[in-house]
């Protein structure tokens, strides 16, 4: 008796084992991004009087161009978001051109207690084309 539950447990831990490395193997296929893309991060965080937007996008080879594209920072007023700064990608220290890896943080000024959201997309471009992503963050000002 001790023997057939001896073997269920095994049978059920090497299930979970087999569906575990399935799990993992499609998180490391979903990393990877695109023909273009090999890895990339977008983080926002804040601190006194300011608002940090960290980027990272690292390109499946040298790349023609990548980067950042654009970052849309929007404040809460009443009910709506208003616009309160924007960047694109040929301002100063958002993309590279012919490189692998492009990391940066763009910073705007926040006011405490102010709700923003923050829209930043990344790219890379080689002659198979462009491809982004994109992410929306919403953070509190300190």
Known sequence: MKRKHFRNLVAM????????TTVFAAKISEARASA?????????TTD???????????GTDIVDKLGCESIYVYARQDSRWRLVEAWVEDDEGMSVSDHFVHSNVIFCNGTAGVEYK?????FSENSLGRDTRSETTYVTGE
Do not use: D, H, K
Not at 36 to 44: G, K, N
Not at 48 to 58: A, D, H, L, M
């Open 13 to 20: 831990v090497c299930c979970l084992m087999v569906l575990s």
């Open 36 to 44: 273009q893309i090999s890895a990339y991060y977008i983080e926002v």
């Open 48 to 58: 006194s009087g300011r608002i940090n937007v960290e980027f990272s996008v690292t």
């Open 118 to 122: 923050v829209v930043a997309t990344i």
